[in-house]
């Protein structure tokens, strides 16, 4: 079972309580503003900035995930 539309529009990052997106996978959900993936275990989001993965710097032309 994938994360809900609902759920997802409900969702903030936990960082700058701003938007966040479900990655291409569907597992993880991505902050742009801080770049930081937050991974999806057992279709629970960890929103824990702890355990926030850092994303990559974005290459020239790509921002996309």
Do not use: F, N, Q, W
């Not at 996978?25 to 989001?45: F, Q, S, V």
Request: proline share 9%; hydrophobic share 40%; with cysteine.
């Amino acid at each position: 079972m994938a994360i809900s539309k609902e759920l997802l529009e409900i969702l903030a990052c936990p960082k700058c309580k701003g938007e966040i997106v479900l990655t291409e996978a569907g597992d993880g959900l991505i902050c742009h503003a801080c770049r930081l993936r937050y991974e999806i275990r057992d279709d629970i989001p960890i929103m824990l900035i702890e355990e926030a993965k850092p994303l990559p710097p974005p290459s020239a032309g790509t921002e996309t995930l």
